[in-house]
């Protein structure tokens, strides 16, 4: 007696059992089609009973209600459009912020970091001015030394 090649499943169906009675003569007296859909019922006899085993006899898969599978949706949609603003944000340059800070501002108006600059410069003008006039660096102050 010939000893079977591979592993020995105990499976049965019904397209199992006639695919097999085709082959009692052996598989080079199959068509190449009836070779295939033999190959493929062993495959499902096979995973169906991986599946059975893998559950339990009487066991059912898990379904679970249509409302908490909606509900689990709409949550994860949620988490999704709450999260994208912070993404948006994240994404953009200083430029960027700061093209949108000036547009939302009135016209005219001077950020706090150019108006911190503008004084400095116009202080420094002003000195400029005094000592090219010849008076002092500093108002109020005197350009006499002390003898």
Known sequence: MIEPF?????????ALAK???LAR???QAMTYE???????AVERAVLAA???ELLGANAEPECRPVGDISAAIRAQQSRALLSCPGKVRRA???HEWETMYREAMPEGFVPS???AAAAEEAEAQA???RVMAGGPIFEGGSMELAA
């Open 113 to 115: 970091w150019e108006r």
């Open 19 to 21: 695919h097999r009675r």
């Open 34 to 40: 009836q070779r295939q859909a033999y190959g493929a």
């Open 50 to 52: 991986q599946r059975r």
């Open 25 to 27: 003569n052996g598989l």
């Open 6 to 14: 591979g592993p020995e499943y105990n499976v049965a169906s019904p």
């Open 92 to 94: 953009r340059t200083p």
């Open 127 to 129: 000195i400029a001015e």
